[in-house]
């Protein structure tokens, strides 16, 4: 398997644009998580799905912010408009269960918004 | 409820010396306990997890973590660094049916 798959590997945009982060889980997992990383505020949860149904986007940092997953094997974390305080790095991560299973990341996304 | 807290930001160590990296941790339940590492422009990699069995846990490449209920702690130890430890260590704690909180990170520096 080759993993959690996340596209693009970096993003530069100007502020205002919309910016589209896309993660692939690993095949016959069913939970998929968001998180954001910062120096300032470490690992941040996001969002998280469990067959692809939104359970907790209670750490999504405002509406500016929407995630889906459509299906099994692909999710989406849109960022309209974007703004400077959300570059960062965007990390997916998809596990067999959304309680004390094993996390697998991708690479992250480093979004950076001038 | 459940919060972990990582005691040390960066610590540095010699290769060939001992590495330990603290974490305590709080949770209203029995918790699981992790530690991913981070290696530059690299995802998160499970290091090693504990789940109420033993409660001493060897993980990948030589580190072990030992949880100890009286103390809530699950501090993460390696006899003898080597330079390809140099990273970053997150503690994470996951209680009942809640997903995992991370602590805020260790940098380790390993130097020559």
């Known amino acids: 398997d080759a993993g959690v798959i996340q596209s693009p590997r970096h993003e530069v945009t100007e502020m205002g644009q919309e910016v589209t982060l896309r993660c692939k889980p690993i095949?016959?997992?069913?939970?998929l998580f968001w998180y954001r990383q910062t120096m300032m505020r470490g690992l941040e949860l996001l969002i998280y799905?469990?067959?692809?149904?939104?359970?907790?986007d209670s750490g999504m940092p405002e509406d500016r912010f929407s995630a889906k997953m459509p299906n099994a094997s692909f999710s989406t974390l849109k960022i309209q408009p974007s703004e400077p305080r959300d570059s960062a790095v965007y990390f997916c991560a998809s596990s067999f269960s959304s309680g004390n299973e094993k996390l697998f990341f991708g690479s992250g996304t480093q979004l950076s918004v001038l | 409820a459940q919060s972990v807290t990582q005691l040390d930001s960066h610590v540095s160590v010699s290769e060939g010396t001992p590495v330990l990296l603290r974490c305590n941790y709080s949770?209203?339940?029995?918790?699981?306990l992790f530690w991913y590492v981070q290696h530059p422009n690299k995802g998160l990699q499970l290091l090693l997890k504990?789940?109420?069995?033993?409660?001493l846990v060897k993980g990948i490449n030589g580190f072990e973590a030992e949880f100890k209920k009286s103390e809530t702690s699950f501090h993460l130890t390696k006899p003898s660094a080597h330079m390809s430890d140099a990273a970053e260590y997150f503690c994470?704690?996951?209680?009942?049916?809640?997903?995992?909180?991370f602590g805020k990170g260790t940098m380790l520096l390993v130097s020559p």
């Open positions: 504990y789940t109420s069995a033993a409660t």
């Open positions: 949770s209203s339940y029995s918790p699981s």
């Open positions: 994470v704690v996951s209680a009942g049916y809640s997903t995992l909180t």
């Open positions: 799905f469990n067959n692809n149904v939104p359970i907790d």
């Open positions: 095949s016959g997992h069913n939970s």
